[in-house]
């Protein structure tokens, strides 16, 4: 299988940028994705990038994957309290997808 | 559209119990998808339909089976429950490149 691992948290002051980030082993992946999950619900799909892309920004999104180093990224800007949740970058290869653990981001007022 | 939808939203077992997880979508997807959710482990892939008569193991299927009953339901069934079993169960559907999450089934086995 594939191992994907992000840090647990990440706090940010409301206003600033966060970044994610999220290293996996297997570059076979064809997609690469973003999830969001609020408190008590399922994942929401934000954003993903195909495998030979370097960068794909949506609004505040920005996503940047670099191949060599098999290093995803999610970068928010201008982060708000809305936006604290946990967040998964995700992998899919043929029919399955491998997720990270999740990065609880905290949102400061 | 209603989306995924999952039925029960909780439910506690004893330990040796059987259950369903009942799961539906009503977007024409043909991929469905079973995972489980612990905490600091993320989502790990239990099993998978790619088309309405088939079904794969996943990362994790020890423990459970599932029924592809027809184009929209995907079931999941624990036999014999066990207290390993507790967790947050999603199941997904998949369009193109993307998957569409249910709103969870949160399962205490004692």
């Known amino acids: 299988g594939e191992d994907v691992e992000q840090s647990l948290f990440l706090s940010v002051r409301e206003g600033d940028s966060s970044v994610i980030n999220c290293t996996y082993t297997?570059?076979?992946?064809?997609?690469l994705y973003w999830y969001k999950q609020e408190p008590g619900a399922g994942l929401q799909l934000l954003t993903y990038i195909f495998s030979n892309m370097d960068m794909k920004q949506d609004q505040r999104l920005t996503v940047l994957l670099n191949k060599k180093d098999k290093h995803l990224s999610l970068r928010i800007a201008d982060t708000q309290t809305g936006d604290s949740a946990i967040y998964f970058c995700?992998?899919?290869?043929?029919?399955?997808?491998?997720f990270g653990t999740g990065t609880s981001l905290t949102v400061i007022p | 559209n209603a989306g995924v939808t999952q039925t029960p939203k909780f439910q506690v077992l004893k330990t040796g119990q059987s259950m369903t997880l009942q799961c539906a979508q009503d977007m024409n997807h043909n991929s469905m998808y079973w995972y489980r959710q612990d905490p600091g482990m993320g989502l790990r892939l239990i099993y998978y339909s790619a088309s309405e008569g088939t079904t794969d193991k996943g990362e994790v299927p020890n423990g459970y089976n599932v029924s592809r009953l027809n184009k929209r339901e995907f079931s999941l069934r624990l036999e014999s429950a066990a207290p390993s079993q507790t967790s947050v169960y999603f199941c997904?559907?998949?369009?193109?490149?993307?998957?569409?999450f249910g709103p969870g089934t949160r399962l205490l086995v004692l």
């Open positions: 297997d570059s076979s992946s064809t997609y």
């Open positions: 997904a559907s998949r369009w193109g490149v993307s998957q569409y």
């Open positions: 995700a992998l899919n290869t043929g029919n399955q997808f491998y």
